[in-house]
């Protein structure tokens, strides 16, 4: 141990205070927060991996359990059980539990739609609606464990719907409103629903999402589903299916209002999540109940610094895991207000979002680097206007945050005031793994600094091996988590092969970082053939096969070019059938195919055609060279397992010619 540097015993060196970098936690912040000081978070930290069942013990009394857990953790890798024995049910903790004290009559739900009416759900009435909501569900032939697909816009009943199949025990899986017909179908056929709800449409940039048309198409051909909720939201006429369909509003006339949340396994699964990975295939992430509510509720409580005068606003849509985690688990388990938005950071102007913080007054702003840099884009000037002294803290997720962006963010939207939390984690890690508490640790920009509670990172070479600090390497996580993923829904073999074997014993997260002298990790993105464009995971092998499924391709691979704006821009590299020629009109309809088989997120930047890709011998494309050259314009690396070393100097050729 050096003069400045803590270690806990499996290795994590957490800083002294005496070590403080660039900016450490306002006095007054601290003063008044849930720790206050990074003595404080180090003996937590160090408690919860040296005496984990003391640690849990206490923490795990932050929520309602309806049966007492009677073992910590029963661990088989890949699988874990965390709170053994334990039963309770996440929309009890959510909801029910609020309704005795004060908190009764508070704001559970504050929203506001694009067009601009607005809603407020006190944990009352978001009670009374959620309860109506199970009872329709049950009606509908729902039970616990059935999957249901939730396809709606950032309206509360995509709050009240995952609550109600919770309180029930039945599975949600909720599918982001820019996915398509084609992804919807996947994702229902892949996890076996029988209902889904969706609604007439929801506004977007001032124009409407056709969501039910697309629930249609996803419907075409026989898929297993029986029932079709559909909220009413726009007042636009959709085409409903006699027998399968029918309106929410209508169907609530016909329920009661008294449901009881039915106590749940520890280990009951909450939601599938799909998210993509190094496959052709979205991997449907299974969260279950005790270990990933806890991870919700107690990161949202130190990371975000919860107090219950808090409105809460994490902008993320409900379909990613950050809605999940931050709009919906985290903050209603612990009570707290939230603020949802329906639309985007751009409509009618791009001062959105200072107005509504101006006009609800609001606290805590959890958003994405890509948000961030858009706002610096488009000036001051639509920030500076207004009020934005009600905020006390900021929050960062998705991608790493440039220390640029985090400056804008501390200086103009924090004016100075507001600790800024960079919080890693992923959807497979169910809630914040590395982050500062905003109160105690020091904060360096473009760091995510510090891991929370349970949670033990470190930084490998290829072999496993810990590299020193300083040194960039793979990011693992070095035990399970109460919050981590169970299993790849339908695919279980696929849990171990995917996370927990190339470096034997750990979880890989598929991200590269190094730590510094103070132990901080610098997290710099993904090192496996995902992509990250505007936080958003893509796996280039989704696009891939999104490509070659357009009959005029042969073959494509898609690379990643870092961009200005959304972090990372997808790049393809296309050869087309014999006979078929390259254009800028095949380009836009091979953008068109790609958002039609995934969704417009999904569309690439810029389209290569060429006449050969860079192969091995053995026919693996070199995706790594295809990347050198969008980089850098050139290939330096290693080529000697090329197939055919012609290829580079075409390739250079074809890259050169789209530059010009
Ligand atoms: O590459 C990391 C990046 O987002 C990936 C996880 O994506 P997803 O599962 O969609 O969840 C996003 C929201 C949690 C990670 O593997 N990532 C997320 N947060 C950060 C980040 N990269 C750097 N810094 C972050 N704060």
């Known amino acids: 141990m050096n003069a400045t540097t803590a270690s806990t015993d499996s290795g994590t060196p957490v ?17 008044r927060a849930h720790l206050g000081s990074l003595e404080d978070y180090r003996r937590l930290y160090r408690e919860s991996l040296e005496s984990p069942m003391t640690f849990w013990r206490r923490m795990s009394a932050e929520l309602d359990w309806k049966e007492p857990w009677k073992e910590l953790l029963a661990w088989d890798l890949p699988h874990a059980r965390w709170f053994v024995g334990g039963q309770l049910n996440a929309s009890y903790n959510c909801l029910d539990r609020h309704l005795a004290g004060p908190r009764c009559h508070k704001a559970a739900i504050v929203w506001e739609g694009e067009p601009g009416e607005v ?73 076996g629903a029988k209902i889904v709800i969706t609604a007439d449409g929801g506004y977007r940039k001032g124009k409407i999402v056709p969501l039910k048309e697309r629930v249609n198409d996803a419907l075409e051909a026989p898929s297993g589903v029986e029932r079709v909720l559909v909220v009413r939201r726009t007042g636009e006429r959709v085409p409903m299916r006699a027998g399968r369909d029918c309106w929410v509003d209508k169907e609530l006339k016909q329920v009661d209002a008294r449901s009881e949340a039915k106590p749940l396994d520890s280990e009951h699964p909450l939601y599938i999540l799909y998210t993509s990975g190094t496959t052709g295939k979205p991997k449907g992430i299974l969260h279950t109940t005790g270990g990933y509510l806890l991870g919700c509720a107690l990161s949202t409580k130190y990371l975000f610094d919860l107090k219950d005068e808090d409105l809460f606003w994490c902008t993320a849509d409900v379909g990613w895991v950050t809605g999940h985690s931050y709009v919906v688990y985290g903050p209603l388990a612990l009570g707290a207000s939230v603020f949802l938005y329906e639309g985007s950071p751009d409509f009618p102007q791009p001062d959105r979002f200072w107005r509504m913080i101006e006009r609800y007054r609001i606290n805590i702003l959890y958003t ?21 002294s009600s905020l006390r803290l900021l929050g960062s997720v998705g991608e790493p945050i440039n220390p640029e962006g985090w400056l804008w963010y501390h200086q103009k939207i924090g004016r100075g005031r507001c600790p800024v939390v960079d919080t890693w984690w992923q959807t497979e890690t169910g809630s914040v793994m590395i982050a500062p508490c905003p109160g105690a640790t020091p904060c360096k920009p473009g760091s995510a600094t510090l891991p929370f509670f349970g949670v033990d990172p470190a930084i490998v070479d290829d072999q496993g091996n810990p590299v020193p600090s300083g040194t960039h390497g793979r990011l693992v996580i070095r035990r399970p988590w109460p919050s981590m993923l169970r299993d790849i829904y339908g695919s279980p073999e696929a849990l171990r092969n995917t996370y927990w074997s190339e470096v034997p014993g750990v979880y890989l997260t598929g991200d590269g970082a190094r730590q510094d002298e103070d132990g901080y990790f610098w997290i710099t993105g993904r090192i496996d053939d995902v992509l990250n464009v505007s936080g958003h995971r893509i796996g280039t092998a989704e696009v891939e096969s999104a490509l070659v499924s357009h009959s005029k391709v042969a073959e494509a691979a898609v690379v990643g070019e870092p961009d200005p704006d959304k972090g990372e821009a997808l790049v393809a590299f296309v050869t087309l059938r014999q006979g078929e020629a390259g254009s800028e009109e095949l380009k836009n309809e091979l953008r068109r195919h790609v958002a039609q088989e995934i969704g417009a997120i999904a569309r690439p930047k810029e389209i290569l055609f060429t006449a050969t890709l860079p192969k091995t011998r053995s026919g693996k494309i070199l995706r790594r060279l295809l990347k050198e050259l969008v980089r850098s314009g050139q290939i330096e690396g290693d080529t000697t397992t090329l197939e055919d070393p012609a290829t580079v100097a075409a390739l250079s050729k074809e890259v050169g010619k789209a530059a010009d």
């Not at 199970?134 to 697909?149: E, H, P, T, Y």
């Not at 709606?152 to 719907?161: D, N, R, T, Y």
């Not at 039945?170 to 892949?190: E, M, N, P, Q, Y």
């Not at 994405?368 to 009020?387: L, Q, S």
Request: proline residues 8%; glycine residues 6%; aromatic residues 10%.
């Open 119 to 191: 809603r407020t759900l006190t944990y009352r009435q978001l009670h009374w609606e959620v309860c109506r909501w199970a009872n329709l569900l049950s009606r509908s032939g729902v039970v616990d464990g059935d999957r249901v697909v939730i396809y709606l816009p950032m309206i509360p009943e995509a709050v009240i719907a995952m609550l109600a199949c919770a309180r029930l025990g039945a599975v949600h899986s909720v599918v982001f409103g820019g996915f398509s017909a084609k992804s919807i179908r996947d994702r229902i056929l892949d996890c």
């Open 15 to 31: 800083p002294s205070a005496e070590k403080c970098p660039a900016f450490p936690p306002p006095h007054e912040f601290s003063a």
């Open 368 to 388: 994405a680097p890509t948000a961030i840099r858009y706002f610096m884009r488009m000036g001051e000037r639509w920030v500076e206007p207004w009020d934005l």
